[in-house]
């Protein structure tokens, strides 16, 4: 769940790039945040995971609550437990070109000291939920962009995230794996996790419905159901 | 941590050494040469230490005895000069003797003391060693002190000339260390920095996915305990060799080494394992800590 409250986020130029939010993300809720260039919508992701903090508050205190986390008590050293809930999907897919699917997959797990036994198991078992079992020795460069997206994919889901956040998720795909990759990630989001995606294309946004929330000048300017 | 996420960590850490193998031998050879410098600085130091702690031993103080002190109270005076701290080998040195030895230096000795016949105007002595140079005048303020002592001789001028030199040698070899020591590590922490750099990519994704700092650190870590102790070792063999070689060259040289009070070079054998463990134990500080602190601006995402 996502629970912010009276945030506003400047940054060194003293330009506010989210001015008062309040927006709350119930469990299982599938939303899009939409919004131009410099609308707020990257700050309002990297206040999610914790890469920028909220300002003080004058009138109202401001409150952030991700997955059970207070962010604005919560401890650096802390970070990396509420990252490990929440699952990234990006528009360029960050996959690493040096490692086999199952390695990029795995990665994850291993970077959270899960046991090797488990890894072995869980990690073929994503993959081939996003059918790709056939292609798990195979490097990045070998694939096409939607299945790198949906490597991207499995990694983000390969630790039971309760929150998925996709920051233009299909920017960098053509026409068809674009609509491959929201069904994969509306298939997840009908299992029961919360799948928050950030995007400029109003037409996949129709096609899908949802929670649409629309970000203009740092200030949620729409959010409602279309 | 379990015990399989040590071992990929440490599967990553040498694997990140081939995977980034020009940056790695570059590391390499910047930390090899940077040890080389540093040893042969410090086994320098030794051996001029050495040449000036053998020359320190050459000195000697006579302790001149009044004429006419009985002879039990020459005793005394010996027993008391033996007994006083940083003095070792006291060695009476009778007038007799004293008369003999001038007499045998000088070649028309027999015309200038003919007529004193076998009686020696000289007075008796006793032949001091100290043993901490640094700390004759003190010393020498002591024995002043004792009961038939007519006057004391001691080499000032050459003890302070060696001091001063032991001070500079010491000074100047302390402040060269420092600054390769630095300089090894500046240069061993840019040269790494563009090795993490190639892999920002991946502790970004890292951070992304909540690896802690410690998890993405201990690759790195290890990597240059890998290359600091590789070059360690390596650094060692070429000292040897080096060393050996030229002690070999100028062993010959037993006029020179005679001119310098000694008899040669330190033999390798004698600090072999200070070497090896100083090498590996540098190599594995200043290579580890420098790859790691390179990494500290990325793993702030």
């Known amino acids: 769940m996502v629970d912010v409250d009276h945030v506003s986020v400047t940054y060194s130029s003293d330009t506010p790039a989210l001015r008062d939010v309040s927006l709350r993300i119930d469990d299982g809720e599938f939303a899009f945040v939409v919004g131009e260039n410099g609308a707020g919508k990257s700050t309002l992701i990297k206040l999610l995971i914790r890469e920028v903090t909220a300002d003080e508050g004058t009138e109202h205190k401001p409150s952030i609550h991700v997955n059970g986390y207070d962010l604005m008590t919560l401890k650096q050293k802390d970070v990396p437990l509420l990252r490990r809930t929440i699952g990234f999907v990006f528009q360029d897919f960050k996959l690493i070109n040096s490692m086999n699917v199952f390695d990029n997959v795995a990665f994850v797990l291993r970077s959270i000291d899960a046991p090797a036994k488990y890894i072995r198991k869980r990690v073929p078992q994503v993959i081939g939920l996003m059918g790709l079992g056939s292609k798990i020795n195979q490097y990045p460069n070998e694939l096409s962009g939607g299945e790198q997206q949906r490597v991207a994919i499995a990694r983000a889901l390969v630790n039971n995230p309760q929150l998925i956040i996709a920051d233009e998720p299909t920017g960098n795909l053509d026409p068809r794996a674009k609509i491959e990759t929201m069904k994969l990630l509306k298939e997840i989001n009908d299992k029961g996790t919360t799948v928050m995606i950030v995007t400029h294309e109003h037409d996949l946004v129709k096609r899908f419905g949802g929670r649409l929330i629309n970000i203009k000048e740092g200030r949620i300017a729409f959010d409602g159901m279309i | ?301």
């Open chain 2, 1 to 301: 941590m379990r015990l399989s996420s040590i071992g990929y960590l440490i599967k990553q850490g040498a694997g990140n050494i081939w995977h980034n193998r020009i940056m790695s031998i570059a590391s390499f050879c910047i930390m090899t040469v940077s040890l080389l410098l540093i040893g042969f600085t410090v086994i320098f130091s030794a051996n001029v230490n050495m040449v000036i702690s053998s020359v320190e031993d050459k000195n000697e103080v006579i302790i001149y005895i009044k004429d006419g002190t009985l002879e039990q109270d020459i005793d005394v005076l010996g027993e008391k000069l033996s007994q006083t701290p940083n003095v070792s080998a006291v060695t009476f040195y009778s007038k007799e003797q004293a008369f003999e030895d001038i007499k045998k230096d000088m070649t028309d000795a027999e015309e200038i003391f003919g007529y004193l016949g076998d009686e020696s105007p000289l007075p008796d002595a006793y032949r001091i060693r100290i043993t901490d140079i640094d700390n004759m005048s003190s010393t020498l303020m002591t024995i002043g002190t004792y009961e038939n002592i007519e006057k004391v001789k001691a080499p000032y001028d050459f003890v302070n000339v060696l001091t001063g030199l032991n001070t500079v040698i010491t000074i100047v070899c302390f402040v060269i260390l420092a600054a390769l020591i630095v300089v090894s590590f500046v240069i061993i922490s840019n040269a790494t920095r563009a090795s993490v750099d190639i892999r920002k990519r991946e502790i970004s994704i890292m951070k992304f996915v909540g690896a802690t700092n410690s998890f993405i650190k201990i690759p790195f870590f290890i990597e240059g305990l890998i290359m600091g102790l590789v070059a360690g070792v390596v650094a060692y063999f070429l000292t040897w060799l080096g060393y050996d070689s030229l002690v070999n060259i100028l062993s010959s040289e037993t006029t020179l080494f005679a001119a310098m009070g000694t008899s040669g070079f330190i033999p390798f054998n004698t600090f072999a394992l200070y070497v090896l463990g100083g090498y590996v134990l540098t190599g594995a500080v200043i290579s580890s800590v420098g790859t790691v602190l390179s990494t500290r601006k990325y793993v702030k995402v």
